[in-house]
């Protein structure tokens, strides 16, 4: 019997499922680094935060947070009037 094992990323193998204390700093330090990034904060400003959010959390829950929270601000932009198919927007200007 054959059984088919997905591909992991670099150092998954090492990983296992966090316990409860692994989750609440992983949870915190994703909460600290997008508080960070709402208030304005740029990828440089914020480079602390995001280094101890990758490093405590598994990169599959990094990937999929960072998904979630990019899709949750372009929704809102949505609710705004944003139209992503609008080609006559400010973007191409200046």
């Not at 480079?47 to 979630?68: A, G, I, M, Q």
């Not at 949750?72 to 198919?85: N, W």
């Amino acid at each position: 019997m054959c059984i088919f094992m997905m591909p992991r990323e670099a150092g998954e193998h090492r990983t296992h499922f966090p316990d409860k204390e692994a989750r609440y700093q992983c949870w915190d330090s994703r909460d600290k680094f997008w508080a960070c990034i709402d208030a304005g904060g740029t990828d440089e400003s914020c480079k602390e935060l995001r280094n101890r959010y990758t490093e405590l959390c598994p990169s599959t829950w990094v990937k999929h947070f960072d998904r979630k929270y990019h899709y949750l601000r372009f929704k809102e932009k949505m609710k705004q009037g944003y139209d992503p198919t609008d080609t006559t927007s400010t973007k191409n200007e200046g």
